[in-house]
């Protein structure tokens, strides 16, 4: 089984221990994805975001061939519980609209499976205004702020959203190359 993983943050540049290969093809699949949910740190992370303007993702193939290893070392690296990892195989039946959109890709490449990071909102939470992330990250103190802006300045390049060129046009964290 070929099991495509999906990605569009730090998962590109510091993949840890994910059974990943080392190389992301910059033709996923367009995905709603904006820096809208506040970290456990208090940074702001790329989420799928159903009211963002879709963007094109990255993704690399795993290096095993089972969707529940896949979903374990995706789970492991991003140290968050199973049903933050989401998947979708080429043969669902689906009525989920980002699944969707997935399993359309997946078949165009001709790829059995993908998997991908879940992540919403803080529970409790809605979701924040441009003016309110830009607040936030004004406010945090040096150590948070500078993971804060390495996280948002190492988002690869494709991953224009409206919030990244409101923090860029802000705070001057214009993207870098990893």
């Known amino acids: 089984m070929k099991i495509a993983c999906i990605g569009w943050g730090s998962l590109i540049w510091r993949p840890g221990d994910l059974k990943v290969q080392k190389v992301w093809f910059e033709d996923g699949p367009m995905l709603p994805i904006e820096f809208t949910r506040k970290s456990n740190d208090g940074r702001m992370t790329l989420i799928i975001d159903s009211l963002a303007k879709p963007v094109r993702t990255l993704w690399t193939l795993m290096t095993t061939d089972?969707?529940?290893?896949?979903?374990?070392?995706?789970?492991?690296?991003?140290?968050?519980?199973?049903?933050?990892?989401?998947?979708?195989?080429?043969?669902?039946?689906l009525s989920d609209p980002i699944k969707i959109i997935i399993k359309d890709w997946l078949i165009s490449k001709n790829i059995d499976a993908a998997i991908w990071t879940g992540l919403s909102y803080r529970e409790?939470?809605?979701?924040?205004?441009?003016?309110?992330?830009?607040?936030?990250?004004?406010?945090?103190?040096?150590?948070?702020?500078?993971?804060?802006?390495?996280?948002?300045?190492?988002?690869?390049?494709?991953?224009?959203?409206?919030?990244?060129?409101?923090?860029?046009?802000?705070?001057?964290?214009?993207?870098?190359?990893?």
Request: net charge negative; charged share 35%.
């Open 66 to 93: 089972n969707i529940n290893d896949s979903i374990r070392s995706l789970k492991e690296r991003e140290g968050t519980p199973t049903s933050a990892i989401h998947h979708v195989l080429s043969n669902d039946n």
């Open 124 to 178: 409790g939470e809605d979701r924040p205004s441009i003016e309110e992330v830009i607040t936030k990250l004004l406010s945090l103190n040096y150590v948070t702020g500078k993971a804060a802006e390495e996280y948002i300045r190492k988002a690869p390049k494709q991953i224009d959203t409206e919030y990244r060129r409101a923090i860029e046009k802000e705070l001057g964290w214009s993207p870098i190359e990893n």
